[in-house]
């Protein structure tokens, strides 16, 4: 038992526990490529997650990690068969919920631990931090939270080279044969403003990649996979130990 872990710990031990941050890890079920599995976002999210709430409570952080919601926003993948979509209204019940109960007991800090690059928490973390002014509500991309091109040799945001790294390392028995893999290839919007970044649309996932992928996992490896997890669990980590002990009424300098 892991007594951070929500899932695996019970009520004798927390009949008298205070944490002082909940973390939420939130995924997605989806297609990548056609060597990874639907789950790739949850198992990312579940043990990155858990790995960097173990370094934070080592170091004496009080955090529970609660079990991660496996739907995530889907909209612009609804005709990839059951990519399984929640719309941003639904995330806001959801998430509504959640802190509610946080708020009535008293942890007042949460951590929204991001894992799909669909998901969109900003407004969301607007809306109910006006809602309940004593919490203290924010949310992490684990996956910008270092610079990849120092890990791996090809860009891309979904089952490229870093997701398949990493399910190699995390989950090696529910990753294809490299034969099966896509390349991963995909198509940029005709005009530049959108690529530019300062434009934006959402992509009709389809049309622009033909296996699910985007960016060519063939340098992938385990290795690397390791490597990436451990760096990037340690910077979540040693974050995460700090949010514990932050007093938020004196968060400037």
């Known amino acids: 038992m892991r007594p951070y872990i929500l899932a695996e710990t019970n009520w004798k031990a927390l009949k008298n526990a205070k944490f002082d941050l909940a973390i939420l890890p939130w ?4 297609a990548h490529n056609y060597h990874l599995p639907y789950g790739t976002d949850v198992f990312e999210s579940d043990a990155l997650a858990a790995e960097s709430a173990k370094i934070a409570w080592d170091k ?31 995330q806001l019940a959801i998430l509504s919920d959640v802190v509610e109960v946080l708020n ?51 860009e891309g945001d979904h089952a490229d080279e870093m997701e398949t790294s990493l399910m190699l390392y995390l989950k090696p028995e529910l990753v294809l044969p490299k034969e099966h893999w896509g390349t991963g290839a995909s198509k940029e919007y005709k005009i530049k403003s959108f690529s530019e970044g300062w434009v934006w649309a959402e992509r009709k996932w389809s049309q622009i990649s033909e296996d699910t992928g985007v960016g060519n996992p063939k340098s992938s490896s385990k290795e690397k996979g390791e ?16 949010l514990c002990g932050a007093d938020t009424n004196e968060f400037y300098e």
């Open 104 to 154: 009535r007991q008293g942890i007042n800090k949460l951590l929204l631990f991001n894992s799909h690059g669909g998901n969109n928490f900003k407004p969301l973390v607007r809306e109910l931090g006006l809602r309940y002014p004593e919490m203290f509500i924010c949310f992490s991309n684990w996956f910008q939270s270092l610079d990849k091109t120092k890990y791996f040799e090809h």
């Open 60 to 90: 004496g952080g009080k955090v529970i990690v609660l079990p991660t919601v496996p739907f995530g926003v889907n909209t612009g993948q609804s005709d990839i068969y059951l990519d399984i979509n929640l719309n941003p209204s639904t």
């Open 227 to 242: 490597r990436y997890f451990k760096d990037v669990t340690q910077k979540v980590g040693n974050f995460i130990f700090e």
């Open 27 to 30: 995924g997605a079920t989806e």
